[in-house]
């Protein structure tokens, strides 16, 4: 990075804001924490992004040792973008920043959510019930297109998730980010189905993962008791 860009401070936060502290560059950490994307998968997650100040950020990550450029074998064949091994070391400052601000009501013009958002809180906030078996799901985000499929394996540990949906899930959740984002916490389908969504399998299943979400908001954590909102519950 450019030295006149730089902190120049030999602190380990200053050194760690001279590589990450570019405007976009954590968020494309964040869109890589779940696997690796292609550029226009980068653009659908980060719509406000104009295609050179990601194309800078991508560069600079990359140069950094933060990000790297593979090409995959056919029949794929495309570019993608991974984090390396250090770059992957990013994770919990990214999900503690998320959780922090979370105590802050998100602002009107803070509204879009991106799908590895809404699923990453899934992987940060699951709470695991040991006594209950492995059960693997399949979630569409309708309004993401092809970049909102998952796959989610709830174990007595945590919750995994991936870009990769199981080929026998236990059940099928097809619905929209902001519905998802509604129902995490509560025991109740109906307002998940009475927003659209269609549950294909085992519902429990489902209840499982949406009950045992539980995103913190801003009156669990914010002294001013404001809610944060469906939108501002997410990393």
């Given at each position: 990075?450019?030295?006149?860009?730089?902190?120049?401070?030999?602190?380990?936060?200053?050194?760690?804001?001279?590589?990450?502290?570019?405007?976009?560059?954590?968020?494309?950490?964040?869109?890589?924490?779940?696997?690796?994307?292609?550029?226009?998968?980068?653009?659908?997650?980060?719509?406000?992004?104009?295609?050179?100040?990601?194309?800078?950020?991508?560069?600079?990550?990359?140069?950094?040792?933060?990000?790297?450029?593979?090409?995959?074998?056919?029949?794929?064949?495309?570019?993608?973008?991974?984090?390396?091994?250090?770059?992957?070391?990013?994770?919990?400052?990214?999900?503690?920043?998320?959780?922090?601000?979370?105590?802050?009501?998100?602002?009107?013009?803070?509204?879009?959510?991106?799908?590895?958002?809404?699923?990453?809180?899934?992987?940060?906030?699951?709470?695991?019930?040991?006594?209950?078996?492995e059960a693997t799901?399949?979630?569409?985000?309708?309004?993401?297109?092809?970049?909102?499929?998952?796959?989610?394996?709830?174990?007595?540990?945590?919750?995994?998730?991936?870009?990769?949906?199981?080929?026998?899930?236990?059940?099928?959740?097809?619905?929209?980010?902001?519905?998802?984002?509604?129902?995490?916490g509560s025991h109740?389908?109906?307002?998940?189905?009475?927003?659209?969504?269609?549950?294909?399998?085992?519902?429990?299943?489902?209840?499982?993962?949406?009950?045992?979400?539980?995103?913190?908001?801003?009156?669990?954590?914010?002294?001013?008791?404001?809610?944060?909102?469906?939108?501002?519950?997410?990393?």
């Amino acid at each position: 990075m450019p030295i006149q860009r730089g902190y120049r401070q030999a602190c380990g936060v200053a050194r760690g804001l001279d590589i990450v502290g570019e405007r976009w560059a954590l968020l494309v950490v964040r869109e890589l924490l779940l696997g690796p994307k292609r550029f226009t998968d980068l653009q659908q997650a980060l719509p406000t992004a104009s295609p050179n100040a990601l194309s800078d950020r991508l560069r600079e990550l990359a140069d950094a040792g933060v990000v790297r450029r593979r090409q995959l074998p056919p029949p794929g064949n495309v570019r993608v973008y991974e984090l390396t091994a250090w770059g992957r070391g990013l994770e919990p400052i990214v999900v503690a920043l998320g959780t922090w601000a979370l105590a802050a009501p998100p602002t009107v013009e803070q509204v879009f959510v991106s799908a590895d958002s809404a699923m990453l809180s899934i992987r940060t906030f699951f709470v695991p019930m040991p006594e209950r078996p492995e059960a693997t799901l399949r979630i569409e985000l309708r309004d993401h297109g092809p970049a909102g499929v998952f796959g989610v394996r709830l174990t007595p540990t945590g919750a995994e998730v991936t870009h990769e949906p199981p080929e026998k899930p236990h059940a099928v959740l097809i619905t929209t980010t902001d519905a998802l984002l509604a129902a995490f916490g509560s025991h109740d389908l109906a307002r998940l189905v009475a927003a659209g969504a269609a549950i294909i399998g085992d519902p429990e299943v489902v209840r499982h993962l949406v009950a045992g979400t539980r995103v913190p908001g801003a009156t669990d954590q914010h002294s001013n008791g404001t809610p944060g909102g469906t939108l501002g519950r997410t990393v």
